[in-house]
Protein backbone atom coordinates (compact mmCIF):
# COMPACT_ATOMS: atom_id res chain seq x y z
CA UNK A 1 0.00 0.00 0.00
CA UNK A 2 1.46 3.47 -0.74
CA UNK A 3 0.45 6.79 -0.20
CA UNK A 4 0.08 9.63 -2.27
CA UNK A 5 2.47 12.25 -3.15
CA UNK A 6 2.19 15.49 -0.32
CA UNK A 7 3.09 19.30 -1.33
CA UNK A 8 5.28 21.04 1.20
CA UNK A 9 7.53 17.83 2.75
CA UNK A 10 8.17 15.86 -0.42
CA UNK A 11 6.79 12.58 -0.88
CA UNK A 12 5.06 10.34 1.71
CA UNK A 13 6.61 7.29 1.28
CA UNK A 14 5.23 3.68 1.61
CA UNK A 15 4.06 2.11 5.38
CA UNK A 16 7.93 1.93 7.38
CA UNK A 17 9.06 4.38 5.20
CA UNK A 18 12.13 4.63 7.07
CA UNK A 19 12.85 1.41 6.22
CA UNK A 20 13.31 1.97 2.54
CA UNK A 21 16.58 1.78 1.24
CA UNK A 22 17.38 -0.71 4.35
CA UNK A 23 20.80 -1.53 4.42
CA UNK A 24 22.20 -4.55 6.11
CA UNK A 25 25.05 -2.73 8.34
CA UNK A 26 22.41 -0.87 9.63
CA UNK A 27 21.13 -4.49 11.66
CA UNK A 28 23.33 -4.22 14.08
CA UNK A 29 23.00 -0.92 15.53
CA UNK A 30 19.19 -0.98 15.61
CA UNK A 31 19.26 -4.31 17.30
CA UNK A 32 21.50 -2.69 19.95
CA UNK A 33 20.07 0.56 20.30
CA UNK A 34 16.74 -1.63 20.50
CA UNK A 35 17.82 -3.32 23.82
CA UNK A 36 19.31 -0.24 25.22
CA UNK A 37 15.84 1.59 24.69
CA UNK A 38 14.04 -1.71 26.24
CA UNK A 39 16.16 -1.33 29.08
CA UNK A 40 14.81 2.02 29.72
CA UNK A 41 11.03 2.03 28.33
CA UNK A 42 10.01 -1.02 30.88
CA UNK A 43 10.21 0.20 34.18
CA UNK A 44 9.48 4.12 32.54
CA UNK A 45 6.78 2.49 30.94
CA UNK A 46 5.58 1.43 34.46
CA UNK A 47 6.37 4.51 35.83
CA UNK A 48 4.22 6.71 33.39
CA UNK A 49 1.10 4.14 34.02
CA UNK A 50 0.86 5.11 37.63
CA UNK A 51 1.16 9.11 36.58
CA UNK A 52 -1.90 8.44 34.78
CA UNK A 53 -3.65 6.07 37.76
CA UNK A 54 -3.50 3.04 36.11
CA UNK A 55 -1.94 -0.23 36.86
CA UNK A 56 1.69 -0.04 36.03
CA UNK A 57 1.12 -2.74 33.00
CA UNK A 58 -1.57 -0.42 31.06
CA UNK A 59 2.02 1.30 29.75
CA UNK A 60 3.43 -1.97 28.15
CA UNK A 61 0.00 -2.67 26.70
CA UNK A 62 0.04 0.87 24.81
CA UNK A 63 4.25 0.74 24.32
CA UNK A 64 3.91 -2.35 22.02
CA UNK A 65 0.99 -1.29 19.71
CA UNK A 66 2.34 2.09 19.68
CA UNK A 67 5.86 1.30 18.38
CA UNK A 68 4.37 -0.67 15.85
CA UNK A 69 1.76 1.65 14.67
CA UNK A 70 3.93 5.23 14.44
CA UNK A 71 6.84 2.77 12.44
CA UNK A 72 4.19 1.89 10.10
CA UNK A 73 3.10 5.41 9.68
CA UNK A 74 5.31 8.13 11.48
CA UNK A 75 8.04 9.83 9.34
CA UNK A 76 10.89 9.90 11.37
CA UNK A 77 13.60 7.65 11.92
CA UNK A 78 14.69 8.03 14.98
CA UNK A 79 11.23 8.97 17.10
CA UNK A 80 10.47 6.53 20.01
CA UNK A 81 7.22 6.40 21.12
CA UNK A 82 5.44 5.21 24.06
CA UNK A 83 3.77 6.45 27.51
CA UNK A 84 5.04 9.86 28.84
CA UNK A 85 4.95 11.95 32.07
CA UNK A 86 3.59 15.20 30.12
CA UNK A 87 0.62 12.97 28.44
CA UNK A 88 0.15 10.44 31.56
CA UNK A 89 -0.38 13.90 33.77
CA UNK A 90 -2.91 15.35 31.46
CA UNK A 91 -4.57 12.05 30.63
CA UNK A 92 -4.75 11.34 34.80
CA UNK A 93 -6.47 15.29 35.44
CA UNK A 94 -9.07 14.73 32.44
CA UNK A 95 -10.02 11.31 33.11
CA UNK A 96 -10.29 12.90 37.38
CA UNK A 97 -13.38 14.76 36.13
CA UNK A 98 -15.25 11.45 35.14
CA UNK A 99 -14.14 8.49 37.41
CA UNK A 100 -12.93 7.99 40.40
CA UNK A 101 -9.11 7.39 40.82
CA UNK A 102 -8.31 3.59 40.74
CA UNK A 103 -11.80 2.21 39.51
CA UNK A 104 -12.52 0.41 36.58
CA UNK A 105 -14.36 3.40 35.12
CA UNK A 106 -11.02 4.99 35.63
CA UNK A 107 -9.16 2.67 33.42
CA UNK A 108 -11.36 2.49 30.63
CA UNK A 109 -12.00 6.32 30.27
CA UNK A 110 -8.03 6.14 30.01
CA UNK A 111 -8.28 4.02 27.29
CA UNK A 112 -10.60 5.57 25.75
CA UNK A 113 -8.85 8.99 25.98
CA UNK A 114 -5.90 7.32 23.75
CA UNK A 115 -8.80 6.15 20.94
CA UNK A 116 -10.54 9.56 21.05
CA UNK A 117 -7.01 11.21 20.83
CA UNK A 118 -5.90 8.82 17.94
CA UNK A 119 -9.03 9.15 15.60
CA UNK A 120 -9.08 13.22 16.18
CA UNK A 121 -4.99 13.17 15.37
CA UNK A 122 -5.47 11.09 12.03
CA UNK A 123 -8.11 13.27 11.04
CA UNK A 124 -5.98 16.54 11.47
CA UNK A 125 -2.88 15.03 9.55
CA UNK A 126 -5.28 14.00 6.49
CA UNK A 127 -6.93 17.83 6.98
CA UNK A 128 -2.96 18.84 6.78
CA UNK A 129 -3.46 20.67 10.18
CA UNK A 130 -0.17 20.19 10.94
CA UNK A 131 0.58 23.62 11.27
CA UNK A 132 -1.31 24.15 14.46
CA UNK A 133 1.55 23.19 16.38
CA UNK A 134 3.18 26.46 15.59
CA UNK A 135 0.24 27.82 17.60
CA UNK A 136 2.03 26.68 20.59
CA UNK A 137 5.01 29.00 21.54
CA UNK A 138 8.39 27.43 22.92
CA UNK A 139 8.81 29.75 25.77
CA UNK A 140 4.80 28.69 26.41
CA UNK A 141 5.47 24.91 25.85
CA UNK A 142 8.71 25.16 28.14
CA UNK A 143 7.18 26.56 30.85
CA UNK A 144 4.01 24.01 30.63
CA UNK A 145 6.88 21.29 30.91
CA UNK A 146 8.38 23.02 34.30
CA UNK A 147 5.32 23.12 35.70
CA UNK A 148 4.10 19.94 34.39
CA UNK A 149 7.55 18.03 35.67
CA UNK A 150 6.92 19.65 39.34
CA UNK A 151 3.85 18.63 39.47
CA UNK A 152 4.58 15.38 38.55
CA UNK A 153 7.81 15.47 41.29
CA UNK A 154 5.07 16.70 43.78
CA UNK A 155 2.96 13.91 43.33
CA UNK A 156 5.66 10.99 43.63
CA UNK A 157 6.61 12.49 46.99
CA UNK A 158 3.91 10.17 48.94
CA UNK A 159 5.19 7.47 47.79
CA UNK A 160 9.17 8.05 48.20
CA UNK A 161 8.57 8.87 52.06
CA UNK A 162 6.37 6.68 52.36
CA UNK A 163 3.19 8.78 53.94
CA UNK A 164 -0.25 9.14 53.06
CA UNK A 165 -0.05 12.46 50.65
CA UNK A 166 -3.62 14.23 49.79
CA UNK A 167 -4.33 17.96 49.34
CA UNK A 168 -6.06 19.91 46.10
CA UNK A 169 -3.35 20.83 42.92
CA UNK A 170 0.40 21.06 43.04
CA UNK A 171 0.75 23.49 45.46
CA UNK A 172 -1.44 21.82 47.91
CA UNK A 173 -0.33 18.27 47.84
CA UNK A 174 3.45 19.93 48.57
CA UNK A 175 1.92 21.36 51.76
CA UNK A 176 0.19 18.31 52.73
CA UNK A 177 3.10 16.04 52.13
CA UNK A 178 5.13 18.94 54.60
CA UNK A 179 3.39 18.35 57.09
CA UNK A 180 3.16 14.52 57.09
CA UNK A 181 7.38 14.31 57.24
CA UNK A 182 7.01 13.88 60.85
CA UNK A 183 5.07 10.32 60.26
CA UNK A 184 7.34 8.74 57.33
CA UNK A 185 8.91 5.72 56.88
CA UNK A 186 11.67 4.99 57.62
CA UNK A 187 12.92 2.30 55.12
CA UNK A 188 10.57 3.43 52.65
CA UNK A 189 11.96 6.59 52.62
CA UNK A 190 15.99 5.15 52.66
CA UNK A 191 14.97 2.69 49.73
CA UNK A 192 13.44 5.85 47.76
CA UNK A 193 15.99 8.47 48.27
CA UNK A 194 19.10 5.59 47.69
CA UNK A 195 17.36 4.82 44.38
CA UNK A 196 16.88 8.18 43.36
CA UNK A 197 20.59 8.93 44.30
CA UNK A 198 21.78 6.09 42.23
CA UNK A 199 19.35 6.90 39.20
CA UNK A 200 21.06 10.26 39.16
CA UNK A 201 24.56 9.63 39.25
CA UNK A 202 24.50 6.36 36.95
CA UNK A 203 23.12 8.82 34.40
CA UNK A 204 25.81 11.42 35.29
CA UNK A 205 28.78 9.09 35.58
CA UNK A 206 28.20 5.72 33.60
CA UNK A 207 25.48 7.07 31.25
CA UNK A 208 25.74 3.38 29.35
CA UNK A 209 24.51 1.81 31.76
CA UNK A 210 20.21 1.93 32.07
CA UNK A 211 20.18 3.49 35.07
CA UNK A 212 16.58 3.20 35.58
CA UNK A 213 16.23 -0.90 35.17
CA UNK A 214 19.14 -1.01 36.69
CA UNK A 215 18.09 0.29 40.45
CA UNK A 216 14.39 -1.44 39.12
CA UNK A 217 16.20 -4.54 39.22
CA UNK A 218 18.53 -3.78 42.79
CA UNK A 219 15.06 -2.95 44.14
CA UNK A 220 13.22 -6.06 43.19
CA UNK A 221 16.63 -8.24 44.37
CA UNK A 222 16.23 -6.42 47.87
CA UNK A 223 12.98 -7.01 48.44
CA UNK A 224 12.76 -10.57 48.19
CA UNK A 225 16.15 -11.36 49.60
CA UNK A 226 15.27 -9.56 53.03
CA UNK A 227 11.71 -10.47 52.68
CA UNK A 228 10.59 -6.45 52.70
CA UNK A 229 7.36 -7.05 50.78
CA UNK A 230 4.97 -6.99 54.25
CA UNK A 231 7.14 -3.61 54.95
CA UNK A 232 7.19 -2.07 51.96
CA UNK A 233 4.49 -0.81 49.19
CA UNK A 234 5.71 -2.96 46.12
CA UNK A 235 3.49 -3.09 42.64
CA UNK A 236 1.76 -6.25 43.84
CA UNK A 237 0.25 -8.52 40.80
CA UNK A 238 1.16 -8.07 37.45
CA UNK A 239 -1.30 -10.00 34.89
CA UNK A 240 0.78 -11.54 32.41
CA UNK A 241 0.16 -12.56 28.93
CA UNK A 242 -1.20 -10.06 26.31
CA UNK A 243 -4.32 -7.41 26.27
CA UNK A 244 -8.05 -7.19 25.72
CA UNK A 245 -7.97 -6.24 22.08
CA UNK A 246 -10.84 -4.44 20.59
CA UNK A 247 -12.54 -0.93 21.71
CA UNK A 248 -13.13 -0.10 25.59
CA UNK A 249 -16.91 -1.29 26.31
CA UNK A 250 -18.28 2.22 27.39
CA UNK A 251 -21.29 4.06 26.06
CA UNK A 252 -20.42 6.33 22.79
CA UNK A 253 -21.59 9.33 25.34
CA UNK A 254 -18.02 8.54 27.03
CA UNK A 255 -16.50 8.75 23.77
CA UNK A 256 -18.00 12.32 22.94
CA UNK A 257 -17.48 13.89 26.37
CA UNK A 258 -13.76 12.88 25.85
CA UNK A 259 -13.22 14.42 22.42
CA UNK A 260 -12.84 18.25 24.05
CA UNK A 261 -10.19 17.21 26.44
CA UNK A 262 -8.72 14.76 23.52
CA UNK A 263 -8.09 18.00 21.59
CA UNK A 264 -5.55 19.49 23.98
CA UNK A 265 -3.58 16.60 24.92
CA UNK A 266 -3.65 16.04 21.23
CA UNK A 267 -1.74 19.15 21.03
CA UNK A 268 0.54 18.42 23.54
CA UNK A 269 1.56 14.77 22.59
CA UNK A 270 1.78 16.68 19.16
CA UNK A 271 4.10 19.41 20.17
CA UNK A 272 6.48 17.65 22.09
CA UNK A 273 6.92 14.67 19.99
CA UNK A 274 7.56 16.92 16.47
CA UNK A 275 10.36 18.98 18.47
CA UNK A 276 11.62 15.55 19.06
CA UNK A 277 11.40 14.24 15.67
CA UNK A 278 12.66 17.54 14.11
CA UNK A 279 16.04 17.47 16.77
CA UNK A 280 17.02 14.22 15.31
CA UNK A 281 15.81 14.82 11.93
CA UNK A 282 18.32 17.15 11.65
CA UNK A 283 21.14 15.61 13.05
CA UNK A 284 20.84 12.96 10.30
CA UNK A 285 20.37 15.01 7.95
CA UNK A 286 16.70 14.15 6.86
CA UNK A 287 13.31 15.76 7.16
CA UNK A 288 9.86 15.25 8.57
CA UNK A 289 6.81 15.45 7.76
CA UNK A 290 4.38 17.38 10.40
CA UNK A 291 1.16 16.00 8.79
CA UNK A 292 2.62 12.51 8.58
CA UNK A 293 3.62 13.06 12.62
CA UNK A 294 -0.05 13.72 13.46
CA UNK A 295 -1.10 10.23 11.50
CA UNK A 296 1.74 8.58 13.05
CA UNK A 297 0.74 10.26 16.64
CA UNK A 298 -2.94 9.20 15.80
CA UNK A 299 -1.97 6.00 14.61
CA UNK A 300 -0.04 4.97 17.61
CA UNK A 301 -2.97 6.24 19.86
CA UNK A 302 -5.18 4.67 17.69
CA UNK A 303 -3.41 1.20 18.66
CA UNK A 304 -2.61 1.45 22.15
CA UNK A 305 -6.26 1.86 22.95
CA UNK A 306 -7.70 -0.93 21.10
CA UNK A 307 -4.90 -2.62 23.56
CA UNK A 308 -6.27 -1.78 26.38
CA UNK A 309 -3.40 1.02 26.36
CA UNK A 310 -3.03 4.71 27.23
CA UNK A 311 -2.45 8.14 26.04
CA UNK A 312 1.09 7.98 23.99
CA UNK A 313 3.40 10.08 22.15
CA UNK A 314 7.28 10.43 21.60
CA UNK A 315 9.90 10.78 23.95
CA UNK A 316 12.65 12.99 23.93
CA UNK A 317 14.66 11.14 26.36
CA UNK A 318 14.22 7.45 24.78
CA UNK A 319 14.59 8.99 21.16
CA UNK A 320 17.90 10.47 22.60
CA UNK A 321 19.07 7.47 24.17
CA UNK A 322 17.98 5.33 20.55
CA UNK A 323 19.86 8.24 18.62
CA UNK A 324 23.21 7.66 20.57
CA UNK A 325 22.98 3.94 20.64
CA UNK A 326 23.32 4.24 16.65
CA UNK A 327 19.59 3.91 15.64
CA UNK A 328 19.55 4.30 11.94
CA UNK A 329 15.55 3.05 11.36
CA UNK A 330 12.24 2.65 12.75
CA UNK A 331 14.05 -1.34 13.26
CA UNK A 332 14.96 -0.31 16.27
CA UNK A 333 11.40 0.53 17.64
CA UNK A 334 10.11 -2.51 16.66
CA UNK A 335 13.19 -4.15 18.36
CA UNK A 336 11.96 -2.57 21.43
CA UNK A 337 8.16 -3.68 20.39
CA UNK A 338 9.58 -7.29 20.53
CA UNK A 339 11.04 -7.10 23.80
CA UNK A 340 8.63 -5.63 25.64
CA UNK A 341 5.72 -7.84 23.78
CA UNK A 342 8.17 -10.69 25.21
CA UNK A 343 8.58 -9.04 28.90
CA UNK A 344 4.57 -8.92 29.09
CA UNK A 345 4.16 -12.51 28.21
CA UNK A 346 6.99 -14.30 30.44
CA UNK A 347 8.44 -11.33 32.73
CA UNK A 348 5.62 -9.27 34.14
CA UNK A 349 6.03 -11.69 37.24
CA UNK A 350 10.06 -10.44 38.03
CA UNK A 351 8.24 -6.60 38.11
CA UNK A 352 5.57 -7.90 41.46
CA UNK A 353 7.98 -7.36 44.11
CA UNK A 354 9.46 -3.94 42.80
CA UNK A 355 8.83 -0.89 45.73
CA UNK A 356 6.54 1.83 45.24
CA UNK A 357 9.54 3.75 46.18
CA UNK A 358 11.97 2.95 43.87
CA UNK A 359 9.49 3.28 40.83
CA UNK A 360 8.61 6.73 42.42
CA UNK A 361 12.25 7.46 42.18
CA UNK A 362 12.40 6.39 38.30
CA UNK A 363 9.50 8.59 38.11
CA UNK A 364 11.31 11.61 39.90
CA UNK A 365 14.56 11.41 38.12
CA UNK A 366 12.91 10.57 34.62
CA UNK A 367 11.31 14.52 34.63
CA UNK A 368 13.91 16.16 36.92
CA UNK A 369 15.86 17.08 33.61
CA UNK A 370 12.24 18.34 32.34
CA UNK A 371 12.88 21.15 35.47
CA UNK A 372 14.77 23.57 32.84
CA UNK A 373 15.21 26.18 35.14
CA UNK A 374 18.33 27.66 32.82
CA UNK A 375 15.80 28.30 29.75
CA UNK A 376 13.02 29.99 32.03
CA UNK A 377 16.53 32.01 32.84
CA UNK A 378 17.36 32.63 29.73
CA UNK A 379 13.99 34.08 28.60
CA UNK A 380 14.49 36.41 31.41
CA UNK A 381 17.37 38.12 29.91
CA UNK A 382 16.05 38.84 26.71
CA UNK A 383 15.43 42.15 27.42
CA UNK A 384 17.50 45.43 26.32
CA UNK A 385 16.60 49.09 27.51
CA UNK A 386 15.30 49.80 24.03
CA UNK A 387 13.02 47.04 24.18
CA UNK A 388 11.66 47.85 27.61
CA UNK A 389 11.51 51.22 26.11
CA UNK A 390 8.82 50.65 23.33
CA UNK A 391 7.13 47.57 25.02
CA UNK A 392 7.70 47.95 29.11
CA UNK A 393 6.96 45.17 31.22
CA UNK A 394 5.54 43.13 27.63
CA UNK A 395 8.79 43.35 26.24
CA UNK A 396 9.29 40.14 28.33
CA UNK A 397 6.66 39.00 26.32
CA UNK A 398 7.96 35.15 26.22
CA UNK A 399 9.27 35.09 29.92
CA UNK A 400 5.51 35.69 31.05
CA UNK A 401 4.17 33.13 28.96
CA UNK A 402 6.67 30.76 29.91
CA UNK A 403 5.76 31.71 33.66
CA UNK A 404 1.63 32.05 33.18
CA UNK A 405 2.24 28.32 31.97
CA UNK A 406 4.32 27.36 34.83
CA UNK A 407 2.22 29.21 37.39
CA UNK A 408 -0.78 27.79 35.56
CA UNK A 409 -0.18 24.45 36.01
CA UNK A 410 0.86 24.93 39.33
CA UNK A 411 -2.00 26.40 40.63
CA UNK A 412 -5.40 25.24 37.93
CA UNK A 413 -3.85 22.18 36.75
CA UNK A 414 -2.50 20.86 33.49
CA UNK A 415 -4.47 21.58 31.17
CA UNK A 416 -5.59 24.93 32.12
CA UNK A 417 -2.31 25.78 32.74
CA UNK A 418 -1.62 25.41 28.85
CA UNK A 419 -4.36 27.40 28.01
CA UNK A 420 -3.49 30.07 30.16
CA UNK A 421 0.32 30.48 28.95
CA UNK A 422 -1.27 30.40 24.90
CA UNK A 423 -3.66 32.65 26.06
CA UNK A 424 -1.61 35.19 27.94
CA UNK A 425 1.24 34.62 24.74
CA UNK A 426 -1.30 35.78 22.64
CA UNK A 427 -2.56 38.44 24.26
CA UNK A 428 1.39 40.25 24.80
CA UNK A 429 2.07 39.28 20.95
CA UNK A 430 -1.35 41.35 20.37
CA UNK A 431 -0.17 44.36 22.99
CA UNK A 432 3.18 44.29 21.02
CA UNK A 433 1.99 44.48 17.48
CA UNK A 434 -0.41 47.51 18.90
CA UNK A 435 2.72 49.32 20.11
CA UNK A 436 5.13 49.05 17.43
CA UNK A 437 8.46 50.78 17.36
CA UNK A 438 9.07 53.98 15.63
CA UNK A 439 12.29 55.32 15.68
CA UNK A 440 13.89 58.71 14.30
CA UNK A 441 17.01 57.93 11.73
CA UNK A 442 19.88 59.71 10.65
CA UNK A 443 22.05 59.19 7.93
CA UNK A 444 25.66 57.69 8.20
CA UNK A 445 27.53 57.38 5.57
CA UNK A 446 24.50 57.23 3.27
CA UNK A 447 22.90 55.07 5.31
CA UNK A 448 19.35 55.63 7.02
CA UNK A 449 19.92 53.93 10.81
CA UNK A 450 18.55 54.75 14.36
CA UNK A 451 19.61 57.58 15.67
CA UNK A 452 19.16 57.20 19.23
CA UNK A 453 21.76 54.56 18.90
CA UNK A 454 24.17 56.67 16.91
CA UNK A 455 23.89 59.66 18.74
CA UNK A 456 27.15 61.25 17.74
CA UNK A 457 25.39 62.27 14.15
CA UNK A 458 23.34 65.32 13.84
CA UNK A 459 19.73 65.02 12.73
CA UNK A 460 18.28 68.15 10.21
CA UNK A 461 15.72 69.35 12.58
CA UNK A 462 13.69 70.78 9.46
CA UNK A 463 13.69 66.62 8.39
CA UNK A 464 12.10 63.58 10.20
CA UNK A 465 12.95 60.62 9.23
CA UNK A 466 11.27 57.88 10.50
CA UNK A 467 11.29 53.82 10.29
CA UNK A 468 8.17 51.47 11.66
CA UNK A 469 9.50 48.24 12.56
CA UNK A 470 5.80 46.20 11.72
CA UNK A 471 3.53 45.93 9.29
CA UNK A 472 0.87 48.71 9.61
CA UNK A 473 -2.43 47.52 10.37
CA UNK A 474 -6.09 48.43 12.38
CA UNK A 475 -4.28 47.41 15.85
CA UNK A 476 -1.36 49.72 15.26
CA UNK A 477 -2.12 52.48 12.78
CA UNK A 478 -3.33 55.12 15.30
CA UNK A 479 -0.28 54.33 17.77
CA UNK A 480 2.25 54.91 14.44
CA UNK A 481 0.10 58.23 13.53
CA UNK A 482 0.13 59.28 16.93
CA UNK A 483 3.87 58.75 17.95
CA UNK A 484 5.11 60.15 14.05
CA UNK A 485 2.92 63.57 15.43
CA UNK A 486 4.52 63.41 18.85
CA UNK A 487 8.46 63.47 17.19
CA UNK A 488 7.66 66.33 15.53
CA UNK A 489 8.66 69.79 16.43
CA UNK A 490 8.18 73.57 15.22
CA UNK A 491 11.17 73.38 13.09
CA UNK A 492 10.01 70.12 11.14
CA UNK A 493 8.89 70.79 7.28
CA UNK A 494 8.96 67.40 5.93
CA UNK A 495 8.45 63.38 7.32
CA UNK A 496 9.64 60.70 5.54
CA UNK A 497 8.26 57.26 6.42
CA UNK A 498 11.28 54.74 5.51
CA UNK A 499 8.88 52.16 4.34
CA UNK A 500 11.75 49.38 3.86
CA UNK A 501 10.71 47.58 7.43
CA UNK A 502 7.10 47.32 6.72
CA UNK A 503 6.01 44.63 5.17
CA UNK A 504 2.50 45.01 4.82
CA UNK A 505 -0.48 47.44 5.35
CA UNK A 506 -3.93 47.14 5.29
CA UNK A 507 -6.64 49.72 4.39
CA UNK A 508 -6.47 50.99 8.06
CA UNK A 509 -3.16 51.63 7.92
CA UNK A 510 -3.73 53.27 4.84
CA UNK A 511 -6.17 55.60 5.86
CA UNK A 512 -4.09 56.39 8.86
CA UNK A 513 -1.39 57.41 6.20
CA UNK A 514 -3.92 59.96 4.49
CA UNK A 515 -5.04 61.07 7.53
CA UNK A 516 -1.04 62.09 9.07
CA UNK A 517 -1.10 63.20 5.45
CA UNK A 518 -3.99 65.90 6.00
CA UNK A 519 -2.40 66.33 9.88
CA UNK A 520 0.56 67.85 8.58
CA UNK A 521 -0.25 69.37 5.84
CA UNK A 522 -2.15 71.84 7.75
CA UNK A 523 1.11 72.83 9.52
CA UNK A 524 2.89 73.40 6.39
CA UNK A 525 4.53 69.71 6.49
CA UNK A 526 5.50 67.46 3.64
CA UNK A 527 4.90 64.10 4.06
CA UNK A 528 6.11 61.51 2.17
CA UNK A 529 7.17 57.34 2.23
CA UNK A 530 10.19 56.04 0.93
CA UNK A 531 11.22 52.09 -0.29
CA UNK A 532 7.68 51.15 -0.53
CA UNK A 533 7.55 47.46 -2.56
CA UNK A 534 5.31 44.47 -2.00
CA UNK A 535 2.35 44.44 -0.40
CA UNK A 536 3.08 48.18 1.09
CA UNK A 537 2.92 49.76 -2.54
CA UNK A 538 -0.04 47.81 -4.12
CA UNK A 539 -2.18 48.65 -1.11
CA UNK A 540 -1.52 52.56 -1.15
CA UNK A 541 -1.88 52.69 -4.88
CA UNK A 542 -5.16 50.49 -5.23
CA UNK A 543 -6.31 52.74 -1.82
CA UNK A 544 -6.00 55.95 -3.86
CA UNK A 545 -6.97 57.80 -0.62
CA UNK A 546 -4.46 60.23 -0.72
CA UNK A 547 -1.32 60.11 1.32
CA UNK A 548 2.29 60.46 1.62
CA UNK A 549 4.18 60.89 -2.19
CA UNK A 550 5.80 57.59 -2.82
CA UNK A 551 9.93 58.08 -3.79
CA UNK A 552 12.67 55.31 -4.34
CA UNK A 553 14.64 56.34 -1.49
CA UNK A 554 14.94 58.49 1.56
CA UNK A 555 17.67 60.66 -0.17
CA UNK A 556 15.42 61.04 -3.28
CA UNK A 557 12.68 62.19 -1.05
CA UNK A 558 14.73 64.80 0.49
CA UNK A 559 16.31 66.06 -2.41
CA UNK A 560 12.98 66.53 -4.15
CA UNK A 561 10.87 67.92 -1.13
CA UNK A 562 13.48 69.28 1.09
CA UNK A 563 14.52 71.72 -1.82
CA UNK A 564 11.11 72.40 -1.79
CA UNK A 565 10.83 71.90 -5.84
CA UNK A 566 7.42 71.63 -7.17
CA UNK A 567 8.27 68.65 -8.85
CA UNK A 568 4.86 65.69 -8.90
CA UNK A 569 5.20 62.91 -7.98
CA UNK A 570 2.08 59.51 -7.96
CA UNK A 571 0.90 56.22 -7.47
CA UNK A 572 1.26 55.76 -10.74
CA UNK A 573 4.91 57.00 -10.92
CA UNK A 574 7.23 54.19 -12.02
CA UNK A 575 10.11 55.27 -9.33
CA UNK A 576 9.27 52.95 -6.61
CA UNK A 577 8.88 49.93 -8.56
CA UNK A 578 9.20 46.84 -6.92
CA UNK A 579 12.89 45.22 -7.39
Known amino acids: MTMSPASGAGRVPVLFGSLRGYQGQWLRRDLVAGLTVWAVMVPEAFAYATIAGVPPVVGLYAAVPALIAYAAFGSSRHLVVGPMSATAALSAATIAEFAPGNSDAFIVLTTVLAVVTGVLAILAGLARLGFVATFISEPVLKGFIVGLALTIIIGQLPKLFGVE ?32 VIVLALKRWLPVVPASLAVVLVGIVTVHVFGLSDRLDVVGEIDPGLPTLGLPSTTWNDYAQLAGPAVGVMLIAFAEGLGAAKTYAARNGYEVDANRELIGLGAANLGSGLASGMVVN ?52 AVIEMVDTKAIVRLYRVWTPRLGGTYGSAARADFIGAVAALLGVLVFDTLPGLIIGIVTSIL ?22 DAQAHADHPVDPAVLVVRVESGLFFANADHVKDEILRRRTPQTRLVVLDAQTTPFVDVSGATALAELTDDLARDHVAFAIAGNIGQVRDVLRADRAGGPRPFATVAEAIGVLGAGSGSEASWDDPRPAEP
Request: aromatic share 4%; net charge neutral.
Open 165 to 196: GGGEGAIGKFVQVLGELGQLSVLTTVIGVLSL
Open 314 to 365: GSLSKTAVNGSAGARSQVSGLVVAALSLITLLFLTALFEELPEAVLAAVVIC
Open 428 to 449: LLLYRASRPSVRRLTDVDGNWV
